[in-house]
């Protein structure tokens, strides 16, 4: 069983910038996909960007692309976020997901495990 555990969601400006990281506890999570999704209040959760298990494919929301950068360590068991340009609605909670497939994937159903989410809250 892999646990995933989000961190660095936060309060930020408008045009703010942050950086959220997906720490898992199984080292074979090198050869997992990771993707990041979101879900503000009132809404349904939403892809935000995936990367392959070597980090050399990746795929990003049209709201995500040029504004957020995905990345892992794999090393270090992490996937990064890194979100510039922040807008008041990109305020959601975060959450990273890991799917045994390694490939680029995008379906919700396709990621085996989840994390418990981590709030960024942009004030315009």
């Known amino acids: 069983q892999v646990r995933l555990r989000e961190s660095g969601g936060g309060l930020v400006q408008d045009g703010g910038s942050l950086r959220l990281s997906c720490a898992a506890s199984?080292?074979?999570?090198?050869?997992?996909?990771v993707g990041w999704f979101r879900q503000a209040p009132g809404k349904e959760r939403e892809f935000v960007a995936v990367?392959?298990?070597?980090?050399?494919?990746?795929i990003y929301a049209d709201s995500a692309k040029g504004r957020f950068t995905i990345s892992r360590d794999n090393a270090k068991n992490t996937v990064y976020l890194r979100m510039t340009s922040l807008k008041h609605e990109d305020t959601a909670v975060y959450y990273c997901?890991?799917?045994?497939?390694?490939?680029?994937?995008?379906?919700?159903?396709?990621?085996?495990?989840w994390g418990q989410g981590t709030q960024v809250t942009v004030s315009s």
């Open positions: 990367i392959s298990w070597s980090g050399a494919g990746t």
């Open positions: 997901a890991a799917s045994t497939r390694g490939v680029i994937i995008q379906l919700e159903s396709e990621f085996e495990y």
């Open positions: 199984e080292w074979a999570f090198g050869s997992y996909a």
